[in-house]
């Protein structure tokens, strides 16, 4: 995949929702040794603050929830079941998030993290090539093959709340 014009932190100084909308298509960069994987965003999910139960924010202030509060841009990973890495990137709001559920092949956000290596270790860091991830604006030509992307978009309330 051709290298695509970055994402600057302004584009995350949004609503949660909007930014979890406009992020589909987008491709999703990280850095695995010498080489850069770059995969298109086929999933995210919005966390919009405080207010949103469903948000680790809802619950206030913590030593695992302090990266919510911060500037938009930044990388929120928290882990579940003791096994499971999940890849946010703070936007806008106070204590909002969104959660990237799928890349690529990667269809589930465990198995996203584990294929690509991300862990606690990018917890905090700004999104960016010196950090080892960032994001680039989703590709305005089409692709080699037409079934490569095929992008449809639904809105939906999150499941199980």
Aim: proline share 4%; hydrophobic share 35%.
């Amino acid at each position: 995949m051709k290298k695509g014009r970055k994402l600057p932190r302004k584009f995350f100084e949004r609503e949660a929702d909007v930014v979890a909308r406009e992020l589909l298509g987008a491709v999703l960069c990280v850095r695995v040794g010498d080489k850069v994987k770059r995969l298109p965003i086929t999933e995210t999910e919005a966390y919009m603050g405080t207010y949103d139960l469903a948000s680790h924010s809802s619950k206030g202030r913590t030593k695992r929830t302090e990266v919510m509060f911060g500037p938009a841009g930044v990388v929120y990973i928290y882990l579940i079941y003791g096994m499971y890495h999940m890849l946010n990137i703070v936007t806008g709001e106070d204590g909002a998030a969104v959660l990237i559920r799928g890349v690529g092949e990667y269809n589930g956000p465990g198995k996203l993290t584990k294929a690509l290596g991300i862990d606690k270790g990018y917890n905090g860091l700004v999104l960016g090539e010196e950090s080892g991830m960032w994001l680039e604006a989703r590709p305005t030509a089409a692709p080699a093959s037409p079934s490569h992307y095929s992008y449809w978009c639904c809105l939906c309330q999150r499941m199980g709340k």
